[in-house]
RNA sequence: GCCCCGAUGGCGGAAUUGGUAGACGCGCUGGAUUCAAAAUCCAGUUCUUUCGGGAGUGUGGGUUCGAUUCCCACUCGGGGUACCA
């Protein structure tokens, strides 16, 4: 009898297919257990066997637990929207939901065959419509919430909407947009739905905005910063740049820190948790205001803007609601002194429209403004001039006349400085955040981006050229240069000076590019003597640098040991350490009322949208320019047929090509775009969602997959909880494993699920390498040269298939010869009759040639093997390279297994009472094989099975109450084998769900030990003693040993250390 | 630059709280079986040696009776991230 594992395993995957063997309950009296794997993208590649590893890895975990008594939910699923599939469409015309039903086939058949205990049923597709209804419901959700910094948590839009209508927005604590205009009660009851929602876009967990994005024109999408890698896109290293444009956006930044914090309870890889950490980037600082001085700018207001915001208002300018575009049509001829600019800043705000040189604003607003903004006009002497949408559309002209006479009125403001100078003073504050305010008094420039709204304005007329010429080369820089090169430094003056808030002296406003328009305020307060940057960049241009540390030289450079600092030189804070320092200065700062403590982030909000195809549409339609969510019950919204994968020709999305992708709102339901009225049908969200839309919630998908009335019951959910192990790469650190954990503390938030992390153990399984097989072809000829003999030629290595080479090395130089054309004619020089290869670990890839396949393993060897044979190569999390020769230590092993249970060449086991030494064996390979399970040791378990099988086999055991517990212990690992004796034992169910067996201590318990002896930790000799010995006995028995005498040489033992159990230790 | 991980025979790796370094397997060497091959089985395999031993876990130092394991400094390799104020 033969151990033919091809018929085995073919008859037991059919068996559990067909019995759903693995299907898991939604109710059970056991305890649950849900281990997850994170679902592939199938690609058209399909698994190569570095795929499987963590897939066999959770198997065993699972199976393991269902012999431990527990209700197993072990699912698996496709990612299968992406890039791929579509970067195939447009190459090929294909569908991608063709190619991608083709590739999941191919997936589905490779799984198979490696005999997973997956529940089936319970499969997902992220490209699914039943699916991706759900994730756009989540979306509406997110759309319909907003993060209540009070409670900390996010609600339901109503309880802001509340709040607005009782109290106005003044006191509310929200993640929002920046600067939101105050409105009281009153204000909000007289607003327009329009204006009412907004303002509300504002707050909404999900929101529309105009974001600087990562932009690749050769994909024609957007792309997330993790989905770029060295300036170029991850897929196909095409060029990315910076472009605005209008996105839907994730407000994950609202959960910064409850994202922080969750990790303290969650069971996840340290490194893993440090690059979140890192990601998130938490830093405590404060937020200080400086005051720019007066100029003696006597030009005409109308400064230019800078770039940035030429770009943000070019946007308003051409999208003009009708009203401001027919206001703006008679006020943009006003010429010389009475001419208007349209959506202009003034100060910190922006105006509809303002006329400089008569210091006239006119508004959109109806009414004075009260607050801020009103107060800085009023301040500042301008004339603001009051109307409204409906007045303009009523009667322009009217309005016309009226800001005629508030212009003939109107004379500029001249302010008085100290040095007796007529200037203008605008008001204008720089806003920095730091992280070291103790250090303020350090303080001898400040650097703006150059995007900075500011620069443009307190430019004075000298520098002004300088700064242009400066901002325009700057622009002209891509992010890969500037990334390329950070060592250069450079800025510029602006000619402006700020005052110290503390001591009132001037203080240098510079631009320079190492400061980040989008980090920040985009300003920093340059302490040379304490900041790398700074100090070079003073060093640089000749600016003044004050050291405010005590007892530190800093000549040569800049003192950045925070921790280690004393203050000196700094009015009150003199000789304070940093901590203290920081909480001193923090104070004084709010006291006089320039600045406040604050905890920045790095962690940016997340772009949401991308210009592609193949991915969720959004439940979204565009009325008045404003969105509209999609009633729950039309969903799921179905991506609609396009004939061109491609952007369309004026750069819009490709859904811009569907000809049915309109919302009519009356009927509720998709329609052709040609019926677009926008009174009752309106266009859809051209934009599908990313990558990570799918996956951010799919394990709760998981628990109720067919539930059509909602993503997951509440018992589904209450009785799941969360998952226990989680397995994956490392790779989606900053990616899916931080948005999926926003996505998990926003549904705790709105009650939909009971816990806020839904993983509490991750392991990251390590790549599996190839090695690659390199043969050298002489320079110049058709000849190549074994390894052994290439440095005596010039040689070139080539890339040889893996499959033409042996464990040894050695290439089958027939069959290379007939891989290609050009290698047929090929002579070879040999080394002792063998071409041997050289070789190389790298990452597995078709061109490198060394790609290997689950399914030919399985083929040659059988899925047993290729199980035992991944978890052998190594410790789970590490990166290991494969070498297929390595597999017959595994697959002979398994023969031997097979032959214990073996007597005569028939299936036979003896009944009789096993040796005290055979349930040794048995007893410690059951403690072993359970530690190394817990500890996720797979690769330890793996060896102690051979241990145990050379062990009985010489012992020449064939006992049923040995060899039936060995089989269950070995199932998790090696399952086909396992059900097949288990059913030769006489057993007619499944082997799957029995009983573990209990590990006794008592055959584990030693009468003796063989101590080492050591000389001065040398170990030089073993002596069997018994256990019972006290310390003083065995001390006389190793004294008197003769290999002891030999070793002393005379000499007396300064001192003799016995470990009982452990060692004996001679030293002397 | 910063953060993280790693380094042990020809190779993958083991040594769970500091206690016999190299388990288990590959490869290699020799042998048995065979007409031969495959398969299987047996023995050997860290280096060095004058066969008594001696050295040895990336390098240098430290703590300890004892260090692959703990501490300090460094070298090399891999991964992440980047002018973050």
Redesign the pocket.
């Known amino acids: 009898m033969e151990y033919n594992f091809r018929e085995i395993e073919a008859n037991w995957q059919k068996y559990w297919a067909d019995n759903q063997t693995f299907k898991a309950t939604n109710n059970s009296k056991k305890p649950k257990f849900y281990v997850l794997d994170m679902f592939p993208y199938p690609s058209g590649a399909g698994l190569h066997v570095g795929h499987p590893l963590g897939y066999i890895a959770s198997d065993i975990y699972a199976r393991y637990k269902r012999h431990k008594g527990f209700n197993v939910l072990h699912p698996q699923g496709y990612d299968s929207f992406g890039l791929p599939a579509e970067q195939y469409a447009i190459q090929t015309g294909q569908h991608p939901a063709i190619t991608t039903e083709a590739n999941i086939a191919t997936y589905r058949t490779q799984l198979d065959k490696i005999g997973f205990s997956f529940d089936w049923s319970r499969e997902v597709r992220t490209s699914d419509p039943n699916y991706y209804k759900w994730t756009q419901w989540i979306f509406i959700q997110l759309f319909n919430s907003w993060y209540n910094k009070t409670s900390d948590k996010a609600e339901d839009i109503s309880t802001l909407i509340s709040i607005f209508e009782s109290k106005g927005n003044a006191n509310v604590k929200a993640a929002s947009d920046d600067a939101i205009a105050i409105f009281t009660a009153a204000d909000w009851k007289k607003y327009s739905e329009e204006e009412k929602q907004t303002i509300l876009l504002k707050y909404r967990l999900t929101f529309l905005s105009e974001t600087e994005v990562n932009w690749c024109p050769a994909l024609g999408t957007v792309l997330a910063?993790?989905e770029?890698?060295?300036g170029v896109s991850e897929r196909g290293g095409h060029t990315v740049v910076r472009k605005k444009m209008m996105q839907w956006s994730m407000r994950i930044t609202a959960y910064a820190q409850r994202l922080l914090d969750g990790m303290a309870k969650i069971d996840w890889?340290?490194?893993?948790k440090?690059?979140q950490?890192?990601?998130i980037?938490r830093?405590e600082?404060a937020m200080v205001t400086f005051k720019v001085m007066p100029n003696a700018i006597s030009e005409n207001r109308a400064i230019k803007l800078s770039f940035k915001e030429i770009e943000e208002l070019k946007v308003k300018r051409l999208n003009p609601s009708e009203a401001t575009a027919l206001l703006w049509g008679k006020l943009r001829k006003k010429k010389g002194t009475s001419k208007f600019r349209a959506n202009y800043t003034v100060g910190n705000f922006e105006v509809d429209f303002v006329c400089f040189s008569k210091n006239t604003i006119v508004e959109f607003a109806g009414k004075k403004d009260e607050n801020a903004r009103g107060q800085f006009f009023e301040k500042e002497g301008f004339n603001v001039v009051y109307t409204t949408l409906e007045e303009v559309l009523e009667n322009v002209d009217s309005v016309v006349s009226k800001i005629d006479t508030a212009i003939q009125f109107a004379t500029p403001k001249k302010v008085e400085n100290s040095e007796n100078v007529t200037v203008e003073d605008l008001g204008y504050q720089i806003e920095?955040?730091?992280?070291?305010?103790d250090t303020i008094f350090g303080v001898s420039f400040m650097?703006l981006?150059p995007e900075h709204e500011l620069v443009s304005k307190i430019t004075t007329p000298a520098q002004k050229a300088a700064v242009e010429a400066y901002i325009k080369a700057t622009a002209k820089?891509s992010?890969l240069e500037?990334?390329a090169?950070?060592?250069?430094?450079?800025g510029v003056f602006t000619g402006a000076y700020a005052l110290h808030p503390f001591t009132g002296e001037k203080v240098q406003i510079w631009i320079?590019?190492?400061?980040?328009?989008?980090?920040?305020?985009?300003?920093?307060?340059?302490?040379p003597c304490g900041?790398?940057?700074?100090y070079?960049f003073a060093n640089h241009f000749g600016i003044e640098i004050i050291n405010i540390f005590e007892g530190v030289d800093i000549s040569e450079e800049a003192f950045t040991d925070k921790e280690n600092s004393v203050i000196a030189n700094s009015d009150f804070l003199n000789g304070l350490p940093y901590k203290k320092a920081m909480k001193t200065v923090i104070e004084e700062i709010e006291k006089r009322g320039f600045g406040y403590g604050k905890i920045?982030?790095?962690l940016?909000d997340a772009v949401f949208s991308r210009q592609r195809y193949w991915g969720e549409p959004f439940p979204v339609y565009y009325k008045n320019g404003l969105p509209q969510m999609i009633d729950k019950a039309h969903l799921p919204i179905v991506l609609p047929e396009v004939e061109k994968y491609l952007p369309t020709e004026d750069g819009k999305p490709p859904l811009g090509n569907a000809n049915t992708w309109a919302w009519d709102s009356s009927k509720n339901e998709v329609v052709s775009t040609n019926l677009i009225d926008n009174v009752s049908i309106f266009q859809l969200e051209l934009n599908t969602m990313p990558g990570w839309a799918g996956s951010s919630q799919y394990f709760n998908r998981y628990m109720d997959p067919e539930n059509t009335e909602e993503m997951f019951s509440k018992e589904a959910i209450n009785y799941w909880q969360d998952v226990d192990l989680y397995i994956g790469g490392?790779?989606h650190?900053?990616?899916h494993l931080l948005y999926s954990r926003f996505w998990q503390k926003f549904m705790f938030d709105r009650g939909f699920v009971p816990t806020d992390e839904y993983a509490k153990k991750l392991i990251n399984q390590?790549?599996i390498t190839g090695?690659s097989a390199f043969v050298y072809r002489v320079e110049g000829e058709n000849k190549f040269v074994s390894k052994g003999l290439m440095n005596d030629f010039k040689v070139q290595p080539i890339h040889s298939d893996v499959a033409f080479v042996?464990?040894?090395?050695?290439l089958d130089v027939e069959a290379f010869k007939n891989w290609r054309e050009e290698f047929k004619d090929a002579e070879f020089a040999l080394e002792d009759g063998k071409y041997i290869v050289g070789r190389e670990?790298e990452?597995m890839s078709k061109s490198k040639y060394n790609v290997v396949n689950p399914d030919q393993i399985c083929e040659e060897y059988g899925a047993d093997s290729l199980r035992l044979?991944e978890m052998?190569?190594?410790?789970l999390?590490?990166?290991?390279?494969w070498?297929t020769?390595?597999?017959?230590?595994?697959?002979?092993?398994l023969?031997?297994l097979w032959?214990l249970y073996i007597v005569n060449d028939v299936f036979a086991v003896s009944e009789e009472e096993p040796t005290n030494e055979e349930y040794k064996t048995l007893h410690k390979t059951i403690?072993?094989v359970e530690?190394?399970i817990a500890?996720f040791?797979f690769?330890?378990s793996?060896?102690?099975?051979?241990?145990a099988?050379?062990e009985l086999?010489?012992l020449k055991c064939n006992k049923r109450k040995i060899l039936e517990p060995l089989a269950i212990i070995m199932e998790p690992y090696a399952p086909h084998i396992a059900e097949e004796l288990w059913k030769n034992l006489g057993h007619t169910t499944s082997i799957s769900i029995v009983d573990f067996p209990e590990f006794k201590p008592e055959y584990l318990v030693e009468s003796s030990?063989?101590?080492?002896v050591?000389?001065?930790?040398?170990?030089?000799?073993?002596i069997e003693l018994g256990l019972d010995l006290t310390v003083k006995e065995i001390e006389n028995i190793v004294m008197a040993h003769e290999r002891t005498q030999?070793?002393l040489q005379g000499r007396t033992p300064?001192?003799v250390?016995i470990?009982p159990g452990?060692?004996?230790?001679?030293?002397g």
């Open positions: 910063n993790d770029i890698v060295n890889p340290q490194p893993l440090d690059s950490t890192y990601w980037g830093s600082g920095v955040f730091t992280t070291r305010p650097t981006a820089r992010e500037r990334m090169d950070v060592k250069t430094i450079s320079g590019d190492y400061v980040l328009a989008g980090y920040g305020t985009g300003a920093v307060m340059a302490v900041d790398e940057r700074d070079a920045n982030y790095r940016r490392s790779e650190a900053t990616g390590g790549m090695t042996n464990g040894s090395d050695e670990v990452k044979f052998f190569l190594g410790p999390e590490q990166s290991k390279p070498k020769s390595g597999i017959s230590g595994v697959y002979s092993f023969k031997k032959k403690k072993k530690e190394d500890n040791s690769n330890t793996v060896s102690t099975f051979m241990i099988v050379n086999t010489a030990k063989v101590y080492p050591s000389f001065n930790g040398k170990m030089r000799f073993t030999e070793q300064k001192k250390i470990v452990k060692i004996i230790n001679i030293v």
